[in-house]
């Protein structure tokens, strides 16, 4: 008897699209296999980050499905109105000990890659020709997402060391913490801050998405994938009450002596707590402490605000001017703008800094909502199709192309992915060139086959992979 209490969402058989259960009677006579592959059809951005795949499959496709699981299934979809390939599942589960028989090539994670190239291709065991598509529904998910959000993250990246390399004498230090994630609680779900969390990371290292850096550890082996530092919220300030804004700053810096501290400042008046809070009653505390006070604004116009406390905390601070002709406050008071921001904000307020003689280096930024939460699959038009049958033991290309929409072309034939001109290409795997160091490098390597992971990737080989 299936206990109905211990479900966890992770029976393969369940995470499908209703309609695909009717799939496998579909296929031409003689069919034996069909293969898949998943693209970025354009979008948004030119380049994506590949990544996410091995997250999913150490989560999904290295746990066997039982007899238990195929007869829930069963009573499910009877219920539930559609057909239900109990044979076919029960082969899985004698044949191949419940793992499930597709093999699933793709290219490393962490690769930047152009749109409209193969990211991964996939195809079952003989007999299964139905699999291959039944998988669809969640490894779809399981890529689009997260590769979105490395994508996201890597081109704000992009933006920011621009603007550090023209106003900053230290790029490379400043660049990893340039842009934090403060997006778990607008994530639809805990595992949606894990997979967006840690495509976040993939770029930069500041979170406050704990379930970023513990999948990071769990799915990737990176013990400590990102950082974060004391920081308060409104409560914790309107707790003192309107009269009580100088003590409640002064009772952070005693009980944080040391080290990077941030404060949301703007509870009543931001320009009043910035002139003559932390620039005036508590000045010299502030210049006398051994580490830095992040100063945070929380409303008001993202683009120009931080801009405004960093001009008006230069007044009360002081400032210096860099080599390359930037004002610089002291170390001991920088701003962050987390409110706000997304990556049209970031890049108009990296040019309003240039525009009034600001390094970036006074400022970091933060994303919520907008990293993890305001993208969806069409923002680089992920999309899954077959691209080649297998009849009778011979392939046989397959693709769509309708009049209606030229953007919806598929790919035909089994796919390889090479680098030619040092520029990413898709190819029909028929096509790769024999030379005289041997046949040219596909991209596309088998990491997963039959419940068995053949790769298994460091979170740090990924970051290098997509390093700006």
Not at 120 to 132: D, S
Not at 162 to 177: H, I, W
Request: proline share 3%; net charge negative.
């Amino acid at each position: 008897m299936y206990d109905e209490s211990n479900i966890t969402g992770l029976n393969p058989i369940l995470t499908v699209d209703s309609y695909k259960t009717s799939h496998f009677n579909q296929y031409p006579e003689g069919t034996t296999r069909v293969s898949s592959y998943i693209e970025a059809r354009g979008g948004r951005f030119d380049q994506t980050v590949f990544f996410g795949l091995q997250a999913f499959i150490k989560a999904y496709l290295l746990n066997p499905i039982t007899q238990a699981d195929i007869d829930f299934a069963e009573d499910i979809y009877t219920a539930h109105g559609v057909p239900f390939y109990k044979e076919g599942w029960t082969n899985i589960l004698r044949g191949f000990g419940g793992f499930l028989p597709i093999t699933i090539e793709a290219v490393p994670e962490g690769t930047v890659m152009g749109v409209r190239n193969v990211q991964l291709q996939i195809t079952a065991e003989p007999g299964f020709a139905w699999l291959t598509s039944y998988v669809e529904t969640a490894l779809l998910r399981a890529i689009w997402y997260p590769s979105t959000v490395a994508t996201l993250s890597r081109e704000a990246k992009i933006l920011i060391k621009d603007a550090l390399t023209r106003t900053s004498e230290d790029v490379d230090g400043q660049l990893p913490f340039k842009l934090h994630d403060f997006g778990a609680r607008g994530a639809t779900s805990s595992e949606a801050a894990i997979l967006g969390g840690m495509g976040h990371l993939v770029n930069f290292m500041g979170t406050d998405t704990v379930e970023a850096v513990v999948g990071a550890r769990r799915f990737y082996g990176e013990r400590m994938a990102g950082f974060s530092i004391p920081a308060t919220e409104h409560s914790t300030m309107t707790s003192w009450t309107r009269a009580g804004e100088t003590d409640a700053y002064r009772n952070l810096l005693e009980q944080y002596p040391t080290g990077l501290l941030a404060c949301v400042s703007d509870s009543y008046d931001i320009m009043n707590a910035v002139g003559n809070i932390w620039g005036g009653e508590l000045k010299d505390a502030v210049m006398a402490r051994e580490g830095t006070l992040v100063i945070r604004p929380d409303s008001g116009d993202p683009t120009v605000m931080p801009l405004d406390v960093i001009e008006l905390a230069m007044e009360k601070f002081g400032f210096t001017t860099n080599a390359k002709g930037f004002r610089v406050l002291p170390d001991q008071v920088r701003v962050i703008q987390g409110d706000g921001m997304n990556i049209d904000t970031i890049g108009t307020l990296l040019l309003n800094a240039e525009a009034r003689g600001i390094s970036v280096d006074n400022f970091a930024m933060g994303m919520g909502g907008g990293l993890l939460q305001k993208v969806d699959r069409d923002t680089m038009k992920y999309a899954m199709k077959a691209n080649a049958i297998e009849v009778n033991g011979e392939w046989i290309d397959v693709y769509k192309d309708p009049i209606t929409d030229a953007g919806k072309k598929s790919k035909r034939g089994r796919l390889a992915l090479v680098q030619r001109d040092g520029v990413f290409k898709t190819i029909r795997r028929d096509e790769l060139v024999r030379g005289g160091h041997g046949m040219e490098r596909n991209y596309l390597q088998t990491v997963f086959r039959n419940g068995k992971l053949l790769v298994d990737d460091t979170f740090a080989a990924i970051r290098e992979r997509a390093a700006v």
